[in-house]
């Protein structure tokens, strides 16, 4: 039987000529994830992955090439001919920062594994407590990520990215009506603690016991970090390098302009501790950094990868990401955050007499990032009246416009900032205070 | 067959020998290489075009109740993987007894691709120069045409399957899609309006898109200035593209049958006999349509593809099993086990989902409405079993009962136990849609599906917007 192997030649035997201008790149993406849902076969899973790619710049038009097991010498001659119908480009493959040619050593240890299992034993049987028919999921995963990376100025760098995922939920049917909780914890150095979301879910689940009406009309809103996510794509989307250079996006020219609430700073940071992304470099070898894209509401940056800061000639700064390994390099946030708020939790509930947190929000996405307006049926949707939750909400479609949620709607960003995994309909990890908005616009069946 | 790789009996016959393992409830094996293209064009150029190739595989071993899975890239040190996947499954607690499985009978096949046009015998160069045509043929359609995005990709695979219950399957499998994504911008704002195309079988689909994209980018020109939808309750008007969406996050979903096993709550819900809609209402998944995306003649387990009357009469008749959940709701399997890529386990997900045909000729599905939403096209959507939302690429008002104007941000929601019940007409114009998206569950997206559905009258349908 035939052989593919993964590992088919060294890194640095790949020979490049003289007055060549490119990288190449290995990927090595490893998971063990250990997983549990009632009524289901327990899965302990762990994936590798490979990946290598190779850029070169030939009569200035980029060309690139990827594979799992293709040898490095063919991958550079595959890229060599993917240049000649290849974007022209002026992207410039720069000195790279000494101290990272050692190989970092993997932060896996087999014996976390009857750890990860009696973690996600422990989480099951809190949950189980919640109801007869509570239905739990729980599952607990170690992610790492090793990068190689060599270019054709004799740069090289090596470096890894790590961090553990615990997540939870879980719902009870009763009748027609869901009643769904979930959360998430991350953590870059041991498996996160869990007592706090065991007690975020138990109270949330409480929360959720009464049912209430509302009726239709505008509401002050609380968006919990999950939604507030959603309402920062459309942010994204306008800062980033395609729609700058397509010229989709409104804002291509607004550096130094208000285009957000002055109660609003977001940042891309890749240093902030425990960081899905934190490392000293993006995926393709640009060190990274932590960079203001809205600072108190006005515009300061843009998101973009090497081609595309190279295409808008801008100076790259470490926004070139892979999505998947075998997505091509996007113009991506390493993490994006928002600078917290002084106000807890507890106090935004204070804020007025009545109110509604907004915790899921199902198909809540931009139907046209570019123009932001977002709706959603409300999944996990409570009622606060006088500082107090006093039941879920039921049967609500939340309206907004992001820009303007954003904007002259913002009232507070709260303080209690928390960890929401990339996932599959978002290209970065977050770590994302509450919002209070105003003015939102509450459609609800009768 | 598209590709010869020259590979000979030895992957079957190494893999037959590799599952036999003692004390291993259930042993799989599975091996892929995957040849994928993918083009990115924006407006008269190529942005990104990629050639690559996959090579790789996982072993899935049950052990006492719990499962063992390893992926991994290449085809080396297989044995190792089979051990590894093994430990994994006895390293977890073990749990409550799983009930005994039922095997299939075992199959010896092989399947070869049938195509009427191959993807992979049009070069990159024709590919492209057809995407960069309609980028030209959107930007002459209007001068508020901005940008013209397409994204076209063609996916081969050939996998062999073996399992330790005598089944041994080597498939070949072709995925097509893409779309055209048409954005105009003028002081208003921004609008865009997409064409999408997708196929199992047949390249030609992409090249007859013309008259589609100039219609998108008049579209998309067309909403700069419409008004947003104002929030509330209507009777809705769907075409057939977004009634195949509705079927799909509206019901589909639901009647997956491992969101359903251990929730005592749900199954009380979903017994087989509920009624769920009107008499004419039927709903079916099946794998069996050539040349659509969601044709799967086996499934990742094995399984040959059943088709599987979900509602009949309006009544549910059924739910899509893999060989667990069959075996935990004592039901049969349904070929409904599906994994995106070597690097996932098999879970059950759609394949075509169908509303079969009404009896309604289109324009009386409008008669009556004093005011309500006339949806077309779908930009997505999303459930969590009782809730959904999609997202409707166009959207017009309906007064009494004639289509008059455009409206922006068409978002319809509901509830699927009652919304279904609220269906009033389903039309005739039944449309084997394509698209070039897909379905994503368990972190395993894009998964190619399909939708073929007549339009729908819907009443009470919540649809979001700002007020007025």
Redo the contacts between chains.
């Keep these: ?6 590992k088919s030649g060294e890194l640095e035997d790949l020979q490049w000529r003289k007055g060549d201008l490119g990288d190449a790149i290995e990927y090595t993406r490893q998971v063990w994830t ?1 997983t ?15 990946m290598r790619a190779v850029r070169v710049v030939e009569h200035g038009r980029l060309g ?7 040898g490095w010498d063919n991958l550079l001659k ?1 890229a060599r001919i ?1 240049s000649q ?3 022209k480009t002026a992207m410039q493959f720069g000195q790279i920062p000494s101290g990272y040619t050692e190989i970092p050593q993997s932060q896996w240890d087999e014996q976390k ?2 750890r990860m ?1 009696a973690v996600v ?1 422990e989480i099951y049987t809190f949950l189980e407590k919640f109801s007869s ?1 509570f ?1 739990p999921t729980v599952s607990v995963s170690f992610h790492e990520a090793l990068t190689e990376c060599r270019n054709t100025t004799g740069g090289r760098a090596n470096w890894l990215r790590g961090y553990w995922e615990v997540s939870a939920g879980g ?8 009643h ?1 909780v979930s959360g998430i914890r991350i953590s870059q150095e041991q498996i996160p603690s869990t007592s706090s979301l065991a007690e975020e879910l138990r109270e949330r689940f409480e929360w959720g016991k009464k049912l209430r009406t509302i009726e ?3 509401y002050p809103v609380i968006f919990l970090p999950p939604v507030a996510m959603a309402l920062l794509e459309p942010v994204l989307a306008r800062l980033s390098g ?1 729609a700058l ?4 996006s ?1 804002w291509e020219n607004q550096q130094g302009t208000q285009v957000l609430s002055a109660l609003l700073s977001l940042v891309s940071d890749a240093q902030l501790q425990n960081g899905p992304r934190t490392a000293p470099f993006d995926d393709e070898g640009t060190p990274t950094q932590t960079c203001s894209l809205i600072s108190q509401g006005i515009l300061q940056d843009f998101i973009l990868d090497r081609d595309s800061a190279s295409r808008l000639q801008h100076t790259p700064k470490g926004f070139g990401y892979r999505n998947t390994l ?1 997505s ?1 390099i996007q113009s991506l946030p390493s993490t994006v955050v928002i600078t917290p708020g002084s106000a807890k939790f507890d106090e935004l509930l204070r804020r007025y007499p009545r109110l509604l947190v907004l915790n ?1 929000w ?4 931009a ?2 990032p ?2 932001g ?1 977002i ?3 409300a ?1 996990d949707l409570y009622l606060v009246e006088a500082g107090e939750v006093v039941g879920r909400v039921k ?1 609500a ?5 992001a820009f303007d949620a954003l904007g002259e709607q913002l009232r507070e960003v709260g303080a209690d900032a928390q960890w929401i995994a990339q996932g ?2 978002q290209g970065a990890p977050g770590y994302i205070p509450p919002l209070l908005i105003d003015g939102v ?1 509450v ?1 609800v ?2 | 067959m598209p590709i010869e790789y020259g590979l000979d009996d030895g992957v079957m016959s190494t893999l037959k020998t590799l599952v036999r393992r003692p004390n291993v409830d259930d042993l799989e094996i599975r091996l892929e290489i995957n040849e994928t293209t993918e083009i990115n064009t924006l407006n008269d150029s190529v942005r990104h075009q990629t050639h690559t190739f996959d090579v790789g595989g996982n072993v899935r071993a049950l052990v006492k109740g719990v499962y063992g899975f390893v992926h991994f890239d290449g085809w080396e040190h297989l044995e190792r993987h089979v051990d590894e996947a093994i430990l994994l499954a006895t390293w977890s607690k073990e749990c409550a007894p799983m009930p005994r499985m039922s095997h299939p009978a075992p199959i010896q096949m092989t399947q070869r691709l049938q195509l009427k046009e191959n993807p992979l015998s049009v070069s990159s160069e024709d590919k492209s120069r057809i995407l960069l045509e309609y980028s030209d043929v959107g930007h002459r359609a209007h001068p508020a045409i901005k940008s013209v995005t397409c994204r076209y990709f063609d996916r081969y695979r050939h996998l062999w399957f073996v399992n330790n219950h005598d089944t041994a399957i080597e498939q070949e499998k072709l995925d097509m899609g893409g779309n055209i994504v048409v954005v105009a911008r003028d002081r208003q704002g921004v609008a865009q309006r997409g064409v999408s195309f997708g196929s199992s079988n047949d390249f030609g689909v992409v090249r007859e898109l013309t008259d589609d994209v100039h219609d998108a980018a008049q579209t998309a020109a067309s909403l700069l200035d419409a008004p947003e939808i104002v929030g509330g309750d209507y009777p809705v008007v769907v075409d057939p593209q977004l009634a195949g969406v509705f079927a799909h996050e509206a019901f589909g979903h639901l009647g997956e049958a491992d969101g359903q096993v251990g929730d005592p709550g749900l199954l009380r819900q979903m017994y087989l006999g509920r009624k769920f809609g009107p008499a004419n209402l039927h709903i079916y998944d099946t794998g069996s349509d050539i040349g659509s995306r969601g044709y799967l003649p086996v499934d990742d387990e094995g399984v040959p593809a059943q088709d599987v009357d979900l509602i009949r009469d309006g009544v549910l008749v059924g739910r899509l099993h893999s060989r667990e959940t069959a075996a935990r709701l004592q039901e049969s399997p349904t070929g409904n086990a599906r994994a995106l890529h070597y690097r996932f386990p098999p879970i059950v997900r759609m394949r075509n989902t169908v509303i079969a045909p009404g009896d309604t000729p289109f324009d009386d599905l409008f008669q009556g409405i004093t005011k309500g939403i006339y949806a077309k096209g779908s930009l997505g959507g999303q459930t969590n079993g009782e809730l959904f939302t999609f997202l409707a690429a166009e959207a017009y008002l309906i007064e009494d009962g004639h289509v008059t104007r455009p409206l922006r941000n068409a978002v319809l929601t509901g509830n699927v136990f009652t919304t279904l019940s609220n269906i009033t007409a389903v039309g005739r114009d039944f449309t084997r849609y394509e698209s070039g998206g897909g379905c994503g569950k368990g972190g395993q997206m894009p998964l190619p599906v399909s939708h073929h559905a007549p339009s729908l009258r819907i009443e009470h349908c919540l649809v979001g917007g700002r007020q007025q």
């Design positions: 039987m035939m052989e593919f192997k993964v250990m549990r849902q009632g009524g289901q076969t327990p899965l302990m899973r762990h994936g590798s992955e490979h690139f090439a990827t594979s799992r097991t293709e595959d993917s119908n290849g974007l594994i009857p299992g034993e028919e239905r719902r009870e049917v009763d009748g027609i009506d869901f769904s239709n009309g505008r395609p250079i397509a010229g989709n409104p075998q091509p899921g199902i198909g809540g996405r139907t046209n570019m123009r307006d709706a959603g049926n999944s049967h479609v939340i309206s907004v416009n599959m309909m616009d459609a069946k009768e």
